[in-house]
Structures are given as structure tokens and as C-alpha cells.
């Protein structure tokens, strides 16, 4: 059903209908398979990456200038790249890895490529909150610098590392839908052949409400864990 | 030879291409088992001096000598077993909000492998011995001022260090729990025999703990002796400026009934 001939309240009540989201189904779960694959890959990297900066850092445990500043420079070269751009980018890079230059598996690369430096700043800045003084602390007890981060750094500021990995998957919900564009499939690809080729916007409208429930759930369970630890660490 | 020997001591902090010397050459002989008190204004160094001492600070000349070991000639993993020997106390508490009561003492535990099935009983030793048995469980963010500190002073004590650096530990406090705590000092430091380091800016502090003391202005120690020695019979400009500090704060004291 298509808003150039039926009413917006029809589009609407069409895009409830179960015929549509029987279809939706499986891109449903294309969606959800990119997203906790990437954000799985995005947290990982981004941590030690955001670790690595934190710690290399000309105030950091282990100052180290060259490293320092090449890994911050890469990063703000990745982050100037627009999403799309980054997709179309990488096609060629997922063609060398998987002999393919569409599909799922080539998106999954461009999603890490463009949401593991945003999320790596976010951890960043999130480990340079703590504290100077536990960190004094830490080291007058005789910690290595490996115990700092692991027993230290890392549990202190992890309610800001959930919140910002809320945030991270929300930015790799959202290249997902884009990168259906590219051949990815989920719900950006329902999204694009049947929204906009062929003007359903019912299927549009379905493909919106997914995508808005995504992100919400995602951002409840964020803020619902590290409020929870807040709470429990007598700090909320 | 004393039990802390400080040598010429030199320190210069370089922000921004401005050399800012803070200490200046310090002089200090701390004997084991002693409540050693240095006070001084704030920006006199004393924190950097007490950063110098375990090596938080890298000094730029001079030698720190504790209980016979040269502490600037240690290599990196030296240095953390000497560490782990000098307990150090902070006006911030820097207690670790992730962390239980329980789990901040047996911190310095864990991070020196302590054997693991020794290490609940030594944690419930030290809570005993700082009054907090019963707050094992508690995160620090639900605690008092006093009981923080009670909970850093344990962390610092679990390693059975030798030596407490004490830097500030009651300027957060209000005056009851800063006898509270004073108290809570001189008790492990006669229990225990643990040589105390106690730096700050308030004088009824030292005079509460204290036998010896030194002053130190703008990075260097302008006077040094007993305390009744150094407030009754003041040879220096801080000196007397403190002693007369000192004798109005004990008026107010006195009259209010709330100091020390
Ligand atoms: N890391 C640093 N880099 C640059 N300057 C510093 C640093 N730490 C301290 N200083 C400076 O050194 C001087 C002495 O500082 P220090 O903290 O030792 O003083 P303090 O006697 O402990 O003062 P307070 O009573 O306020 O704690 C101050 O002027 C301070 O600004
Ligand atoms: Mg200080």
C-alpha cells in the first residue's frame, strides 16, 4: 500500500497487517544477527583500543608518543568517514576477505571499521574520568600497571562504559539499515526495495517501528544495568 | 641511622616549559616507630615530599633512604615490592567505589599475591582493628567521612607495612572524627610499632600525635625539633606564625568546647 493513493491512516493500519511482518521475519533476524555480531566485535576492539590510548596517553600509565598519536590520528581519519561512505569503501576490503563483495559478513566489516573508533573515543573519555587519586592509590599499594586497569580502571568507570556502549550500538543498529542498501539484507534492505523502489510504505512504516523498538530496547537495557550498578555501589 | 633518611631532596615540576622548583633541598631524619609530623601552608610541597617517598614522584636529586633501602635506586619491580611495605593515606580517601569494605582491604592483598586462603582472615584482622567489622559489606558511596577513612587506613595497614604516609588523612573531617581517627593512628602506631609520616595544615593535628615535627615553607624545612619545643619557643617566621595561630585556634576551641 502506497501513500500516493491511499490515505496515511489506511498506510498506516496496513502496516499492522501480519502478511507484512510474516515477511519481516527473516530480515528481522539478518538485523539482529549484524547487530550482535558488530557490536560484539565493536566492544571488543573498541575497549582495547579505547585501553590503549587511555594508557599511552602523555598523562597515561605508559606514555608513549609515536603510538599514541598514530592510533589517535588513525582514528580521526576513520570517524571523518561518513557511514555510507565507509560501506562503500570497504566493499572492495570485504571482497579480499570473503571473496565477496555484498552480503552480511562484508557489512559486519564496514559497521567495525566506522563504529570501533567512535566507540574506542568513548572509552577514552570514559577511563579518563576516574579519578587521578585511585589511580595514586592503586600505584602506592604497589599495583602493576596491568592490575590498574584490570582491577582498577576498568570496574571504576564501567557504568559509563555500558552507557557508552549503548550508544555504540545504536550507531551500529543504524549503519545496519543502511548497509542494507548494499546488499546486507535485515530491515534496511526491506526498507529500501520495498519503501522507496516501489513506494510501500506500509513495509516502510513496519520497517520504522522495528527500528525505533530496537533502539529504544537498547538504550533501556543500557541505562537500566548501569543505573542498576550505580545504585548498588551506593552512588545514585 | 635513622629509620626514613631524606638527603637534599630536590623536585621540579615542569608544566608548559615553566620550571616550578617545590622542594628545595629537604632535610629529614624520621626514627622507627615515631609519629613524625610536618606541617606547612598549602603549595609548601608537602605532598609532593611525601610523594617522593615512595617514589610516586621521581625527585631530581638528593636520596630517600627507608629503613635502610635506597628507594631511588630501585629498579621498577623492586619499587613495587617496597610499595607494598609503605602504606600511604589520602585527605580524598581514593577508596575504590567498585569495591566493597571488604573487598578494598583485601585489594593490596590480591595485587601482592597474598596467598589466597589467608587472605579473608587478615581482611577481617585489619577490619577489627579499625572498628569496621560490621560494614564489610557496604560500598564506600554509602559510608561516612570517618568510616572512609577507616576503610583507607585498612587498606593501607593490610600489607603490614613498616611505614604510613599520611597525607592529610583528617582534613576532610569534622572535629570529632578527626580525634576519631588520630586516635585510630596512635593506637596501630603503638600496637603495631609503625612509623607514621603525618602531613598536614592543621595544627591541632600534630600537636594531638605527634612528638617530632618539621615545617616546611615553599620547599624547604625552616624548622624542625619537638612540638612544645618549636610552639613555645618559635625561631621562625612560619613558626611563630603558627604558634600564634595555634593560640587562637585554642581559644576559640576552648570556648566553643569542640576542639581538640
Ligand atoms: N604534578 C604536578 N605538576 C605541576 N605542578 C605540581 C604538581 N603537583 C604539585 N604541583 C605544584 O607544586 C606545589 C606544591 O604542591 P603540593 O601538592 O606538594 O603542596 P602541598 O603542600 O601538599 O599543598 P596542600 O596543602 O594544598 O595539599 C604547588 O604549587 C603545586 O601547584
Ligand atoms: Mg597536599
Known amino acids: ?236 | 641511622m635513622s629509620y626514613v633518611e631524606i638527603r637534599d631532596l630536590h623536585k621540579t615540576y615542569d608544566t608548559r616549559g615553566e620550571a616550578l622548583e617545590v622542594l628545595k633541598g629537604i632535610d629529614l631524619s624520621v626514627e622507627r616507630g615515631e609519629i613524625y609530623g610536618i606541617i606547612g601552608f598549602s603549595g609548601a610541597g608537602k605532598s609532593t615530599l611525601a610523594r617522593c617517598i615512595n617514589r610516586l614522584e621521581t625527585p631530581d636529586g638528593g636520596s630517600v633512604k627507608v629503613g635502610g633501602v635506597d628507594i631511588l635506586a630501585l629498579s621498577k619491580s623492586e619499587l613495587l615490592q617496597e610499595r607494598r611495605k609503605i602504606g600511604m593515606v589520602f585527605q580524598n580517601f581514593n577508596l575504590f567505589d567498585s569495591r566493597t569494605v571488604y573487598r578494598n582491604i583485601a585489594y593490596p592483598l590480591e595485587v601482592s599475591g597474598f596467598p589466597k586462603d589467608k587472605i579473608r582472615e587478615r581482611v577481617l584482622e585489619t577490619a577489627e582493628l579499625v572498628g569496621l567489622s560490621d560494614k564489610l559489606g557496604a560500598y564506600p558511596g554509602g559510608l561516612s567521612g570517618g568510616q572512609k577513612q577507616r576503610v583507607g587506613i585498612a587498606r593501607a595497614l593490610v600489607n603490614k607495612p613498616e611505614l604510613l604516609l599520611s597525607d592529610e588523612a583528617t582534613s576532610a573531617l569534622d572535629p570529632q572524627t578527626t580525634i576519631q581517627i588520630l586516635d585510630l593512628l596512635k593506637e596501630i602506631n603503638k600496637k603495631a610499632g609503625i612509623t607514621i609520616l603525618m602531613i598536614t595544615h592543621e595544627l591541632d593535628a600534630i600537636r594531638y600525635s605527634c612528638n617530632r615535627m618539621a615545617v616546611l615553607e615553599e620547599g624547604k624545612i625552616i624548622e624542625e625539633g619537638t612540638v612544645a619545643g618549636i610552639f613555645n619557643n618559635p625561631q621562625s617566621r612560619t613558626g611563630d606564625l603558627f604558634a600564634k595561630v595555634f593560640a587562637e585556634f585554642q581559644n576559640i576551641s576552648l570556648t566553643e568546647g569542640a576542639g581538640i
Not at chain 1, 166 to 175: D, E, L, N, Q, R
Not at chain 1, 218 to 227: K, M, V, W, Y
Open chain 1, 1 to 236: 500500500m502506497s501513500l500516493l493513493d491511499s490515505s496515511l491512516w489506511e498506510v498506516i493500519v496496513a502496516s499492522f497487517s501480519p502478511d507484512i511482518w510474516k515477511e519481516l521475519i527473516t530480515p528481522i533476524g539478518e538485523t539482529l544477527y549484524m547487530t550482535v555480531i558488530s557490536s560484539l566485535i565493536v566492544l571488543v576492539f573498541g575497549v582495547l583500543l579505547g585501553i590503549f590510548l587511555t594508557v599511552t596517553s602523555p598523562d597515561g600509565l605508559l606514555p608513549l608518543t609515536v603510538p599514541y598519536v598514530t592510533a589517535g590520528w588513525i582514528i580521526n581519519v576513520l570517524r571523518s568517514l561518513p557511514q555510507m561512505v565507509m560501506i562503500i569503501l570497504m566493499i572492495p576490503v570485504a571482497r579480499l576477505i570473503f571473496g565477496k563483495s555484498y552480503g552480511t559478513n562484508a557489512c559486519i566489516i564496514a559497521i567495525a571499521a566506522s563504529c570501533i573508533p567512535m566507540y574506542a573515543r568513548i572509552v577514552e573519555s570514559s577511563l579518563l574520568e576516574i579519578g587521578k587519586g585511585k589511580i595514586e592509590a592503586a600505584k602506592s599499594i604497589g599495583s602493576t600497571n596491568a592490575q590498574i586497569i584490570a582491577k582498577v580502571i576498568l570496574p571504576e568507570t564501567l557504568p559509563g562504559l555500558i552507557r557508552g556502549f549503548t550508544v555504540a550500538v545504536i550507531s551500529v543498529i543504524s549503519m545496519t539499515a543502511l548497509a542494507g542498501m548494499f546488499g546486507a539484507g535485515g530491515i534496511g534492505d526491506i526498507a529500501v526495495r520495498f519503501g522507496y523502489q516501489r513506494f510501500q510504505h506500509d513495509r516502510l512504516f513496519a520497517c520504522v517501528y522495528i527500528l525505533v523498538i530496537l533502539v529504544q530496547i537498547t538504550q533501556g537495557i543500557g541505562n537500566l544495568i548501569s543505573n542498576r550498578i550505580l545504585r548498588k555501589r551506593n552512588l545514585l
